[in-house]
């Protein structure tokens, strides 16, 4: 079912890019879009409105939407983390260069907001002001998440708000979105609003766990990549408060400091994560969150038939490798 729905999109998506002028504005949107990625969020948008009501053509202008906004966010993202690679391919600040990456973001930014204006006034409106405080959050969630680089002690609740601001709020506002789209009301699509926001803390933490112990072919980008840039991620704080004095003392220490060879680093720090247990404590973190997605979908008005598609989405997202 969801190859139906990323078909349906990328056909859409491709429908919409064209080539213009000035070149050196819209080709790095192009390049972006193409590199491909899970698609999870437009996806969710369509599955959502499916489930409610089958016309997926009204849904496709919001699924754009999103898709462009997320992909705003990954360009400016990977010019603050001075990332070098993205979906494994090389990012746009780097294929271009700085002053390119951030107006080409812009314009991405612009776009996404003009693809509701396909939407009549009344849910135009409910759209708009749900993907601006949205977008606002984001903007928060970034900058806690810059905040951390250089705070002493982040606890595991400062994280867990960083990333439902970050990352879940997104997914949550797409889930609504497709329902709103699809007829219901404010109520009872903050009931998938509400889904979205533990899928969305699942999703990142998830992706911290994928970002230590996966592997790189299969991610697209270079593991470790939290490690090098001193990302206090769950793995470390849970590492911080499992570990011995001597251990607690070699990490903080390994977190101050960005050396240009990054393999020891990333070894030491891995094999302290390993012997404080924080990968167990981070995939039990993990499974919390996916349980109460779960149940949350199981409180939905919705045929029986239905939420087992999005238990099996939710339950097939949580045991991916990539």
């Known amino acids: 079912m969801i190859i139906k729905y990323q078909k349906i999109f990328s056909e859409y998506l491709k429908s919409s890019i064209s080539v213009r002028d000035p070149r050196n504005l819209y080709d790095p949107c192009s390049y972006i879009l193409s590199l491909g990625g ?19 053509r009204n849904a496709l202008p919001a699924a754009l939407s999103i898709e462009l906004f997320h992909n705003f966010t990954l ?3 990977d010019i603050m983390d001075k990332a070098s690679l993205r979906r494994g391919q090389i990012t746009i600040h780097k294929k271009w260069n700085l002053n390119t990456g951030i107006l080409s973001g812009d314009v991405m ?32 969630g970034q900058q806690y998440d810059i905040d951390f680089t250089t705070i002493s002690k982040v606890t595991k609740n400062d994280y867990l708000k960083m990333i439902k601001l970050k990352t879940a709020v997104l997914l949550a506002c797409s889930m609504k979105m497709g329902a709103l789209i699809a007829g219901l009301s404010e109520v009872e699509s903050d009931k998938f609003y509400f889904f979205g926001i533990d ?14 112990f996966g592997e790189k072919k299969k991610i697209g980008k270079k593991t470790g990549g939290d490690i090098i840039e001193n990302k206090k991620t769950l793995l470390y704080i849970f590492a911080l408060n499992n570990s011995d004095k001597d251990q607690k003392t070699r990490l903080i220490k390994f977190f101050s400091q960005k050396p240009k060879d990054s393999k020891t680093k990333i070894k030491s720090v891995k094999e302290i994560y390993l012997k404080s247990r924080a990968d167990q ?38 045991n991916r490798d990539m």
Not at 39 to 55: A, F, Q, S
Not at 199 to 212: E, H, P, R, S, T
């Open 75 to 77: 360009i400016h993202d």
């Open 38 to 56: 899970k698609r999870l969020r437009p996806i969710i948008l369509l599955m959502t409105h499916d489930i409610i009501n089958k016309n997926l």
């Open 199 to 212: 899928l969305g803390i699942a999703f990142q933490l998830k992706d911290d766990y994928l970002d230590v």
């Open 109 to 140: 930014l612009i776009w996404s907001y003009k693809c509701l204006e396909l939407y009549d006034s009344k849910l135009f409106k409910k759209l708009i002001s749900l993907l601006n405080t949205s977008a606002q959050m984001v903007c928060e």
């Open 281 to 318: 404590d981070l995939e039990k973190e993990i499974k919390f969150y996916e349980k109460r997605a779960i149940d949350r979908i199981k409180s939905i008005s919705i045929p029986d038939e239905s939420k087992k598609i999005f238990e099996k989405f939710t339950i097939d997202l949580m």
